[in-house]
């Protein structure tokens, strides 16, 4: 066998000329996945008397790869199948690269000048990155308790670890966050993040691991761990109800709190739980179980099956008012009399609490007075000897302070007729018309007769009508009044007298007489003035 196959590089050291350069060879190293092919390039031009001698080299043994000389190539074992030597210009090229190609490559090129030119690069096999997954050491955390552990681990060659919440890579702080990478293998490798008093924030995004190479990468599928926390910012709603609340509505008080899991709630009225469970505690719940008469505190509590932290709300405080459904007036009914009766008024509510009662006459506020007394709970009224000036209109207003109604009743007090007053001419003309009227306040309104010198006539209404006058009307007249609840009757009268003509003054012709007098003397005083004038030079 030649002696260049046998051992080149005991030959060549033997050599005459023998030249090591950086320049014989591209600088490494060279990274190949796994499975892939690679040609190591040569950087000296090849002449065709030159001998180009391959080795690979593991760090332990040395083996020939192949010898390229005259343009004919020859590969030794484990390479016959998936080498070559380009005889072009030296390039060597090994295709289906496994793990156990990783290592120096040299050349050693023998010059026909008698020179020898050598280069060594290195060649990395990588294992492609595959298999990234995160585990967790704890299936479930508890917000500020807990500390997570997140391993990532990968398969593949000199790894490298990243890890992203989302998008936002995650660094490490020495202290909440730590990240320990192990030592690259060629095979695979891992990381692990340690986040101590974990908070719901570090695990929402979801969170990614990213192992790379220098000629590939992979990532994980996203993970997800749920961060228990809460209860907090507990709130009743509504956060500031009125201070009474209508009995037998609608209201309901609503308890929220940020939790996960979603909280449960217990309700207080003061500091006695109510039997109620949820969200929502209505006003039937807190009624049927007799809460609510008196002002008191509401509250209610969160709290997490899973941090076991019991939360309570703000209370809330307020009572449970029954509304007045109708109020209903008690008046005296009998009649009243001015002057000699009393009247006593009262008001009540058919149903609810009365927290007030307003009094008033024709619209206006009644207050007491010596006649005008309330009672101490202002329910009643009490006026004694009723006046005229009582009559009207009298509402009592019932409230509370969710409800309000009012009842009336008009007293109607019976008086006069007070003193009567006839209205009417004198003096009139025959055939004229006449009419008399006659007034007296009176309630009930009063009756009216007419009398004329002492007869009475037909009308019986206040007005008495004449069409036509004449002298037999002429007389006194009679007005008589009568109430016939009071009994009383008023008189007064009034005389008319019906003449053929009154004079009321001078007469047309009388004073058409005068001006034509008054007309003549005037001309006549013309007339003497122009005849002086004419007398006098």
Not at 141 to 170: Q, Y
Not at 491 to 498: A, M, Y
Request: proline residues 6%; glycine residues 6%.
């Amino acid at each position: 066998m030649d002696l260049f196959y046998l051992n080149p590089l005991l030959f060549l050291f033997f050599l005459p000329g023998f030249c090591a350069g950086s320049s014989v060879l591209p600088p490494g190293p060279v990274d190949v996945v796994a499975g892939k092919s690679v040609t190591l390039r040569v950087l000296v031009a090849k002449n065709t008397d030159d001998i180009i001698i391959w080795n690979f080299s593991d760090g332990k043994d040395q083996t020939n790869v192949g010898t390229l000389r005259s343009n004919t190539s020859q590969l030794n074992d484990p390479y016959k199948t998936r080498a070559a030597i380009d005889p072009s210009n030296g390039f060597l090229t090994v295709n289906a690269l496994q793990n156990e190609d990783s290592g120096d490559y040299s050349i050693n090129i023998l010059k026909s000048s008698g020179t020898t030119l050598t280069g060594e690069i290195k060649v990395r096999v990588l294992v492609p990155v595959s298999n990234v997954v995160i585990k967790s050491d704890l299936d479930e955390a508890i917000e500020n308790n807990s500390t997570v552990v997140l391993t990532c681990s990968a398969s593949g060659s000199d790894l490298t670890f990243s890890w992203t919440n989302d998008t936002v890579p995650i660094v490490a702080d020495g202290k909440r966050l730590i990240v320990t990478n192990m030592p690259p293998s060629l095979d695979g490798g891992s990381s692990k993040l340690t986040i101590t008093g974990v908070l719901r924030s570090d695990l929402v995004g979801p969170i990614f691991c990213t192992a790379k190479n220098s000629l590939e990468q992979g990532k994980s599928p996203p993970f997800n761990l749920t961060v228990y926390y809460g209860p907090e910012d507990v709130t009743i709603n509504p956060l500031k109800p009125s201070e009474y609340v209508t009995s037998n509505s609608d209201f309901n008080l609503t308890c929220a709190a940020r939790s996960s899991p979603p909280a449960t709630f217990t309700w207080y009225y003061n500091t006695v739980e109510i039997k109620a469970s949820g969200p929502i505690l209505t006003l039937k719940t807190i009624e049927t179980q007799g809460f609510g008469k008196q002002l008191a505190d509401y509250t209610c509590r969160a709290q997490n099956a899973k941090t076991k932290r019991v939360i309570p709300s703000s209370a809330v405080r307020f009572s449970v008012m029954e509304p007045i459904i109708d109020a209903i007036i008690t008046s005296p009914t009998s009649a009243l009399m001015a002057g000699n009766s009393s009247a006593n008024i009262s008001c009540r509510a058919t149903s609810g609490n009365v927290t007030e009662i307003i009094w008033l006459k024709d619209s206006k506020a009644l207050s007491a007075s010596d006649r005008v007394v309330f009672s101490s709970d202002k329910s009643s009224i009490f006026i004694s000897v009723l006046q005229k000036e009582d009559n009207g209109v009298y509402t009592c207003k019932l409230r509370n302070s969710v409800s309000e109604k009012e009842a009336t009743y008009i007293m109607t007090v019976s008086y006069g007729p007070d003193p009567v007053t006839v209205n009417g001419k004198g003096e009139v003309e025959v055939d004229t018309e006449v009419v008399l009227t006659c007034s007296a306040p009176s309630v009930p309104p009063a009756n009216f007769t007419w009398k004329l010198n002492g007869t009475v006539l037909p009308p019986k209404t206040t007005n008495l009508v004449i069409q036509k006058a004449s002298y037999k009307d002429s007389g006194l007249y009679t007005c008589e009044a009568f109430n016939q609840v009071t009994g009383k009757t008023t008189v007064n009268t009034h005389t008319l007298s019906v003449k053929e003509e009154i004079n009321d003054g001078l007469s047309d012709g009388a004073i058409a007489g005068i001006v034509i007098a008054c007309l003549v003397a005037v001309g006549a005083f013309i007339a003497l003035f122009f005849y002086c004038r004419q007398k006098v030079p």
